[in-house]
């Protein structure tokens, strides 16, 4: 049975099975902003307990930090955010409609324009007939302009420019201007790692491909410091160990590949930058992750802008330095949407079609269904009574209603791996059915072993 997996497809499917909703949607809907339902809260819940766990909880030379949105303004200006954080902006005089100027260029030329200048921009757009409006067809742009795409707000009941203040556009330099306090409150030794999930916000002037790019968003990064002179070896550790993670959760290699930033395109602050992309349904090759050198770069800024010391000093060697940073930096926004695209299958079992999300038990929304073969008792009660002895380690499903087969069916497109079944023969011999979403194998075991062997089957 041919499938093909289009973003389209995708969005309708998370909307159906409820993944996915249009944020505000009885009123119209916001562009760019959505809702996650009752499926799409857990498994990017999910998404979020794995990278902790492999960031963190594996790791002996790892912390966690949960840092604020709202943060003294001169963080920006250290950063740079404050005077580079842009896009390049062009609007269009016959459609009033406002556009990224170098997305606008790629699309209608193949050109790469990431980077250039407001003038080299204009020009392009000037001189290629091929780029017009892709509402109206015109070409009367007004010249290119950077639009900085941090969110503006007031600390306190009055609108003053000392008042003013930003929603963060990344979580990165909570953790820097905690480097020190982390230091001194930890007992961690370089090299060692901070991270840090949370909501950041970017104005972007055009947002799209559902929830690949939005204006709220969350990020889940980790800072490494490392000892200037080994930063170029952790860089590669770095790439990598996240690539072994998306692999080792399912994620099919032919739609992953590592893409070299040019050293004419590196952000202000990259020595080098590796990104992993995905091939996402229907739009192509995107980034999923960037992992990052970062030299000093920040620790220094903030020193000079906050007038502290943030040098590292090294007990065995006697020697003061500031240390370089790698940089892994993802949304579970994208990641989840890469894991949909990847899983999404339409297949043909024995004659009938069936869509099927192949998710890994780990990140799956729902790890396992209990289905009684009937509904009366005992067989019911049974079956109640295992979903309750099994509640709590993981999301399960009661599912009491229809035939087993359309039972089994509407698991496979919520993407539950497992699916547990009482019926006639468990009054005798006191044992259930596992079946295998993905196999279709099923197995008899004893009641008692039904939550060993679950967890055996999730942690994989």
């Not at 770069?297 to 940073?325: C, I, M, W």
């Not at 919520?414 to 079944?421: D, H, I, L, W």
Request: net charge negative; glycine share 6%.
């Amino acid at each position: 049975m041919a499938q093909t997996v289009t973003m389209d497809k995708i969005v309708a499917f998370c909307k159906r099975r409820g993944f996915v909703y249009q944020s505000s949607e009885i009123y119209g809907g916001l562009r760019s902003s959505y809702d996650y339902g009752p499926l799409g809260v857990e498994m990017k819940r999910n998404i979020k307990e794995e990278w902790w766990r492999r960031m963190v909880h594996m790791r002996e030379d790892m912390v966690g930090l949960d840092s604020a949105i709202i943060m003294h303004p001169r963080v920006w200006e250290a950063s740079g955010h404050t005077a580079t954080f842009n896009d390049m902006l062009v609007e269009s005089r016959t459609s009033k409609r406002r556009y990224r100027a170098d997305h606008l260029i790629e699309d209608a030329t193949g050109i790469d324009a990431e980077g250039l200048s407001p003038e080299q921009l204009t020009r392009i757009i000037e001189e290629d007939e091929r780029i017009k409006d892709p509402v109206d067809g015109g070409r009367d742009f007004t010249p290119v302009r950077p639009f900085n795409t941090m969110f503006e707000t007031y600390m306190g009941p009055v609108k003053t420019p000392e008042n003013l203040t930003y929603l963060r556009p990344e979580t990165a330099q909570g953790i820097f201007v905690n480097f020190k306090n982390v230091l001194q409150t930890s007992r961690v030794k370089v090299p060692f790692g901070i991270a840090n999930i949370g909501k950041s916000f970017r104005n972007e002037i055009t947002p799209g491909n559902f929830i690949f790019r939005t204006r709220e968003f969350e990020q889940m990064e980790m800072e490494f410091f490392v000892e200037p002179g080994t930063d170029e070896a952790w860089h590669e550790y770095w790439i990598e160990e996240r690539w072994n993670w998306y692999t080792n959760l399912g994620l099919k290699e032919e739609n992953l590949r590592r893409y070299e930033h040019p050293a004419e395109k590196l952000s202000h602050y990259s020595k080098r930058t590796v990104d992993l992309e995905y091939d996402y349904a229907s739009v192509g090759w995107s980034e999923l992750e960037g992992i990052a050198n970062r030299t000093d770069f920040d620790l220094k800024q903030h020193a000079e802008y906050s007038g502290e010391n943030l040098e590292y000093f090294d007990q065995a060697t006697g020697e003061r330095y500031v240390p370089y940073v790698i940089e892994p930096a993802v949304g579970p926004d994208r990641i989840m949407l890469a894991f949909l695209v990847d899983a999404y299958t339409e297949e043909e079992v024995k004659g009938e079609a069936r869509t099927v999300l192949k998710l890994h038990p780990r990140i799956a929304p729902t790890k396992a269904a209990v289905f009684p073969l009937s509904k009366k008792v005992p067989v019911s009660t049974i079956a109640r009574e295992l979903y309750d002895d099994l509640k709590g380690d993981y999301r399960l499903f009661y599912d009491d209603s229809g035939s087993i087969g359309r039972r089994y069916r509407r698991q496979d497109e919520a993407g539950t791996p497992f699916c547990v079944t009482v019926d006639f023969d468990t009054i005798e011999d006191k044992k259930v059915t596992i079946r295998d979403r993905d196999t279709l194998e099923q197995e008899r075991v004893p009641i008692e072993a039904v939550r060993d062997r679950l967890k055996a089957l999730i942690s994989g």
